[in-house]
C-alpha cells in the first residue's frame, strides 16, 4: 500500500477509542473510523470510494464496522456506502429528508452505540435539508456544515440548502464546548499548511463565517465569499 500514508491522514489511538482519519478520493473528501477498543465495534462516517480498502483497514486495527453513517446525500459523501454495507453487514443511517439507497433514518440527538461507548446525532441542516453532524467522545465530524476555516455551500447549486438553517446549525454546534475536536468532511483549508482538523474554539475565533456578527453579516460574506478570499489571500 505505497499510498497509505497519503490517504490515512490522522490516526489516533488510546487505551479506549481508535479514531481514523482517511482521504479516499473524490474532491478531497474526508472519511472517518470511530472505534470503541474494548468491544472492537467502529462506525464509520461518509465512507468514500474504496469501501474495500476501509474496511480492510478496520480489520487491520481489530475493529469490525457496525454501523455506516452519512452526514448528507451528496454524492461525494455515500459513493460507496452501499457496497460497504455489502462487504460488512452493517446498516446505513442517514438524516431525514437525505436520498441515501437503503439506509434507516437517524433523527436529532438518537444514539448509537459502539460497545457501551455512544456516537450522537446531531440534525444541522443548512448545506441540505437532513444533514448530520456526529459526536464521538469529543470529535465533531461536521460534514459539509463547518470546515476548516469555511463553511458549506449553499444557494441554488445545492438544491434544499438554506442559508438560514445553516446559520442556525453553526450557532449551534458553536455552542459546544470550546475544546471539542472539529472534523470535517473535506480538506478544504485555504490558508497555509496543512489544516486536516480543528476545534469549535478557533473556529470561533478564526473563521470568519463564525465571526459574523449576524444572519445578515453572515449572508453578506457568503455573498461576497470570492472577493474576501482574494483580499485575505484564502485560495
Ligand atoms: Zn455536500
Redesign the pocket.
Known amino acids: 500500500m505505497a499510498a497509505k500514508s497519503q490517504i490515512v491522514t490522522g490516526d489516533y489511538a488510546d487505551e479506549y477509542i481508535r479514531f481514523l482519519q482517511l482521504q479516499l478520493g473524490g474532491d478531497r473528501n474526508f472519511c472517518y473510523i470511530c472505534g470503541d477498543v474494548k468491544s472492537g465495534m467502529a462506525a464509520v462516517v461518509d465512507p468514500g470510494f474504496r469501501a474495500g480498502w476501509l474496511s480492510a483497514a478496520a480489520a487491520e486495527r481489530g475493529l469490525k464496522i457496525s454501523c455506516i453513517l452519512i452526514t448528507?446525500g451528496?454524492s461525494?459523501?455515500v459513493a460507496q456506502a452501499g457496497r460497504l454495507a455489502d462487504i460488512t453487514g452493517a446498516p446505513v443511517y442517514a438524516g431525514e429528508r437525505e436520498r441515501v439507497p437503503g439506509s434507516l433514518v437517524l433523527t436529532d440527538g438518537q444514539r448509537l452505540n459502539l460497545g457501551t461507548r455512544p456516537i450522537t446525532a446531531f440534525h444541522t441542516p443548512g448545506?441540505?435539508p437532513g444533514h448530520l453532524c456526529y459526536l464521538f467522545e469529543n470529535r465533531l465530524m461536521t460534514?459539509?456544515l463547518l470546515f476548516c476555516g469555511k463553511v458549506?455551500?449553499t444557494g441554488p447549486g445545492?438544491p434544499g440548502s438554506a442559508e438560514e438553517e445553516e446559520w442556525a446549525s453553526l450557532k449551534r454546534i458553536a455552542s459546544l464546548p470550546e475544546e471539542t475536536l472539529v472534523y470535517p468532511?473535506h480538506d478544504y483549508y485555504g490558508g497555509d499548511g496543512r489544516m486536516p482538523h480543528s476545534t469549535i474554539g478557533c473556529e470561533k475565533r478564526n473563521n470568519p463565517f463564525l465571526l459574523c456578527g449576524s444572519f445578515e453579516a453572515f449572508t453578506h460574506l457568503k455573498q461576497n465569499w470570492d472577493s474576501y478570499k482574494r483580499e485575505h489571500g484564502i485560495r
Open positions: 448528507h451528496h461525494d459523501h448545506h441540505s460534514g459539509d458549506g455551500g445545492f468532511g
